[in-house]
């Protein structure tokens, strides 16, 4: 089940609390912050000209959070987006290649300049290029999904 029944707006403090977690994830595995200002951070991130994801930790992990560009590109709203598994933004004929991924990025708690095809929700095929995917662990090291950010991709 989906923790976040709503989409990221000023009534819920654009989900601080997971941001919180998505950033201090990122900066703990990569060493550096996803952006160098944290004022109104989740604000900012989810209207950031990247797109950012993260899923839960469901046996076929589900998305839970995606910024204004993630809706944008994979063409979905965020009812959509939280009922949505994960794998589901590739297409059969890449899932292995996806868990292949998924799995390295769980061992290796991080992966840098990963490249793949995607695909939106009406069909439209995209590669995402030099996107980051890394774990996301609470403040006591309990594992809690993954999360990726990426600004480059191609429409195919």
Not at 24 to 34: C, E, I, T
Not at 49 to 59: A, E, G, K
């Amino acid at each position: 089940m989906n923790n976040f029944p709503h989409s990221p707006c000023t009534e819920n403090n654009y989900l601080a609390d997971h941001i919180a977690l998505i950033s201090q994830s990122f900066q703990n595995l990569l060493g550096y912050p996803l952006l160098p200002d944290t004022n109104n951070l989740a604000e900012r991130l989810y209207y950031a000209p990247f797109v950012l994801l993260s899923h839960n930790t469901d046996s076929d992990p589900i998305f839970n959070y995606a910024n204004a560009q993630g809706l944008q590109l994979f063409e979905l709203n965020w009812q959509q987006l939280i009922t949505l598994p994960s794998h589901a933004s590739a297409e059969a004929v890449n899932q292995a290649a996806r868990e292949k991924l998924m799995a390295a990025v769980t061992a290796q708690g991080f992966m840098t300049d990963y490249c793949g095809v995607r695909v939106s929700s009406t069909g439209k095929r995209f590669e995402i290029r030099n996107a980051i995917i890394w774990n996301l662990s609470d403040a006591n090291g309990v594992y809690q999904g993954q999360a990726a950010c990426f600004s480059d991709w191609v429409f195919l």
